[in-house]
């Protein structure tokens, strides 16, 4: 509905009261993926806008520093840095793994996916493959 209709000015008119309110219910059950799927809907065909979206980055992020197993916060980061999102220095250090580079981290993230989301080991091992190569992680 938010996309479609004419009478509300559709998703760009309503995004960013649509972000307040996925980041509103994702501080509440941060492990509920369903405001995870509907923030990443907001943003389809639009990757630009989430990964400069302060709201999103500052949502994941924040996530990640409260629970380092919020597989919902860790997979959208690895989305985020596939798209161009630049980490600040303190970023590279949420796994407590320090990293040189996005793919770096990208890569430490998709790792530490396999062991906390053990049902999807063998697909976060598969997206790791797929990024761009990175020093081995330890």
Not at 82 to 87: D, Q
């Amino acid at each position: 509905m938010v996309t479609k209709s004419p009478l509300i000015g559709g998703l760009q008119a309503m995004r960013e009261r649509e972000v307040h309110y996925c980041v509103d219910a994702i501080k509440a059950a941060p492990m509920n993926e369903s405001p995870w799927r509907y923030l990443r809907g907001l943003f389809k065909g639009d990757q630009d806008a989430l990964v400069h979206n302060p709201l999103v980055v500052a949502a994941c992020i924040e996530e990640i520093r409260k629970d380092a197993s919020c597989v919902q916060a860790l997979s959208l980061l690895v989305d985020l840095l596939g798209a161009g999102f630049e980490p600040t220095p303190s970023d590279t250090e949420l796994l407590h793994q320090p990293v040189s580079s996005p793919a770096d981290l990208a890569s430490n993230v998709c790792t530490h996916l396999e062991n906390v989301d053990a049902m999807r080991a063998r697909y976060w091992a598969w997206r790791r493959s797929l990024l761009p190569s990175t020093t081995p992680v330890s």
